[in-house]
């Protein structure tokens, strides 16, 4: 009995020990990330306020500072691209809000859709619709690329998840991961290795156009409304429909919601098909903006879409569009607003570094999210 109370004071001592030297090294890292962030900024200042003020060239001498519409250019970049990112962190949430696993093949369902619209708006500019009728070419696209992202995602449930549903958490993890790259080789088989490119949009929709002062092109616009669309649709469903209650239900707790007569297989295999709906819809307005399409398209979009569900709080609908709009944004002005003035060398191609350092601050400072975690009961206790 001694001898077991001498081990275990040993094992504490060692964890006490251990506790503090870890707390200290976070402590540093959270230190220099807010010098960090706080010194580029105010070199930024400088540089706008005077390019030969000392502070503004002590790190980089050739920094000119940034001009009005060149900020505003940044912000409208930053917003366009988080956009994509909220609606592909909406699936991870809703799937993880049910489940309590990430579902890492959703970035490739996220690609499907945006195989499916290029091959459809494809066929409608061959025809010559897509440039006189587009409205409605662009309706059906949607519609098709929904569809085919909502079998994708409902059938990968069906067949990869349902099976291990009772399996311990790491095994549906991996899995799909091998989803993934299921999902990314049968598209390479198909259509091969190069970039597939969508048709030029109308000239209508590809002019700028002035609001607020904001130089916006007609694209941008179109993906902001189709956006606010489908946040507001997936509000109005999980808010305020019995199919909307019995989701929420399942996430709480799925043995309770079992017991008051909902049916939790379909409730899961709907929470699926939402998620691949909105991933569809992201993958079409991916295509028309960027108009260039490969089988990575969703690896690294889904890397961020995943990083911005944990930014807002993972399991919150509204934190994950939130994440995504704040990532986006993070990795348009950052590099010019922080890392430039500090003369870090092509700022541009460090967008990603700056991506993945916002999720490392996210977690230091509020690990639950910006807006805070909905977990289940399980996974709280």
């Given amino acids: ?34 010098g960090l962030v706080t010194i580029g900024f105010l070199a930024f200042v400088a540089q706008q306020i005077s390019p030969d003020n000392w502070f503004a060239r002590w790190r980089n001498p050739g920094a000119t500072g940034l001009s009005a519409d060149q900020i505003k250019g940044l912000v409208i970049s930053g917003l366009s691209q988080g956009v994509f990112y909220g609606l592909i962190a909406l699936g991870y949430s809703m799937v993880y809000g049910v489940l309590g696993f990430i579902n890492f093949a959703h970035g490739e369902v996220f690609m499907v859709s945006a195989y499916t619209g290029y091959i459809a708006a494809n066929k409608f500019s061959a025809n010559g619709m897509w440039e006189s009728n587009f409205a409605l070419c662009l309706l059906i696209v949607l519609l ?83 956006t606010i669309v489908s946040m507001t649709g997936l509000w109005y469903l999980v808010e305020r429909t019995k199919t909307g209650k019995a989701m929420r239900a399942v996430a709480e707790d799925k043995e309770i919601a079992s017991l008051m007569g909902i049916n939790v297989n379909r409730i899961i295999v709907t929470t699926f098909a939402v998620g691949g709906a909105m991933a569809g819809v992201a993958g079409v307005m991916f295509g028309l903006l ?92």
């Fill in 1 to 34: 009995m001694k001898e077991e109370k001498t081990v275990t004071a040993v094992i504490e001592g060692k964890s006490k020990r251990r506790t503090p030297l870890v707390d200290r090294f976070l402590f540093v890292v959270k230190v220099f990330l807010i």
């Fill in 144 to 226: 098709l690329a929904v569809m085919v992202s909502t079998v994708t995602a409902v059938l990968t449930e069906r067949i990869a998840y349902r099976p291990l549903r009772n399996s311990p958490r790491l095994i549906p993890l991996i899995t799909s991961i091998g989803v993934s790259f299921v999902l990314q080789n049968a598209v390479l088989g198909i259509f091969g290795p190069g970039t597939q490119g969508y048709p030029q949009l109308p000239e209508w929709l590809a002019k700028q156009r002035s609001i607020l002062t904001f130089e916006i092109s007609g694209i941008k616009i179109l993906v902001f409304l189709v």
């Fill in 290 to 381: 960027f108009r260039a399409v490969n089988p990575m398209t969703g690896f690294l979009p889904g890397i961020k879409a995943f990083t911005a569900a944990v930014v807002g709080g993972i399991g919150n609908l509204g934190g994950a569009m939130s994440g995504g709009l704040a990532l986006g944004s993070a990795e348009s002005i950052a590099p010019q607003l922080i890392l430039e003035p500090l003369g870090v060398p092509g700022v541009t191609q460090l967008k990603d570094a700056v991506a993945f350092t916002v999720l490392v601050m996210v977690l230091l400072f509020k690990p639950s999210g910006l807006f805070g975690e909905r977990l289940s009961a399980e996974d709280r206790a």
